[in-house]
C-alpha cells in the first residue's frame, strides 16, 4: 500500500497550489480520502475530505471557500486545490484513506506560505 503526495512548496500569501495524492495497493474506489496538515507544534486537523464516489465533500472551516478535494477514481488520485493561501495554511499536508478500520497515510508534503 502506497499513498503518495506531491504539489507541496513555497508559495507567497494569496497564491495557490495543487497537491496530489496517488494511491497504490488497494480499491482506491472503495476509500474515503481525506487532507490532514500539521503545523510545526500543532495536532495533526483534518482539512477535508471526499466520499468515495466523490459526491460528498466536506471541509474544514478554516478553509471552506479556498481549497476544494476533488479525485479520479480512474487515476487513483485526489487532489487539493488551494487558493488565497494564508500563512497560517503553513504546515505539512497529508492524504488519507479510510475504509471501514481500514486506514492508510502518505508521507506527507511541505507547504509553506511566506513572503
Known amino acids: 500500500v502506497q499513498l503518495v503526495e506531491s504539489g507541496g512548496g513555497l508559495v507567497q500569501p494569496g497564491g495557490s497550489l495543487r497537491l496530489s495524492c496517488v494511491a497504490s495497493?488497494?480499491?482506491?474506489?472503495?476509500?474515503?480520502m481525506s487532507w490532514y496538515r500539521q503545523a510545526p507544534g500543532k495536532e495533526r486537523e483534518s482539512v477535508a475530505g471526499i466520499s468515495s464516489a466523490g459526491g460528498s465533500t466536506n471541509y474544514a472551516d478554516s478553509v471552506k471557500g479556498r481549497f476544494t478535494i476533488s479525485r479520479d477514481n480512474a487515476k487513483n488520485t485526489v487532489y487539493l486545490q488551494m487558493n488565497s493561501l494564508k500563512p497560517e495554511d503553513t504546515a505539512v499536508y497529508y492524504c488519507?484513506?479510510?475504509?471501514?478500520?481500514?486506514?492508510?497515510w502518505g508521507q506527507g508534503t511541505q507547504v509553506t506560505v511566506s513572503s
Open positions: 495497493g488497494f480499491t482506491f474506489s472503495s476509500y474515503f
Open positions: 488519507k484513506a479510510r475504509n471501514g478500520w481500514r486506514t492508510y
